[in-house]
């Protein structure tokens, strides 16, 4: 998994598939395509703001947010206005 284990957010390399749809995604710019790997890594995860966005977005579910966080948010933008992905 990458990024550091103090951070909300992490994603699985043995599934991302590098799509960059997270990064398109991300509206703090947290997740960026590392080229060498053709992955999708943490690059700023303390900058991560839980909005749900990236993980709702992976088409492979690659990537996990922590629930041990104080954002209170458990559905996304998708979910409240029935919109299936």
């Known amino acids: 998994m990458s990024g550091d284990p103090k951070t909300k957010i992490t994603i699985d390399p043995s ?6 749809l997270c ?9 960026r395509l ?5 992955k999708a890594v943490v690059a700023y995860g303390n900058d ?17 947010l922590s629930h ?8 996304s933008t998708y979910d409240q206005f029935g919109i299936k992905i």
């Not at 599934?15 to 960059?20: E, K, M, N, S």
């Not at 990064?23 to 997740?31: E, F, R």
């Not at 041990?68 to 559905?75: A, K, L, P």
């Open 15 to 20: 599934t991302c598939t590098g799509c960059g």
């Open 34 to 38: 590392d080229e060498a790997l053709g």
């Open 48 to 64: 991560c703001q839980v909005c749900y966005l990236c993980e709702d977005d992976c088409p492979t579910h690659s990537i996990t």
């Open 68 to 75: 041990d966080i104080t954002n209170s948010r458990r559905f």
């Open 23 to 31: 990064v398109l995604s991300c509206p703090v710019d947290v997740i």
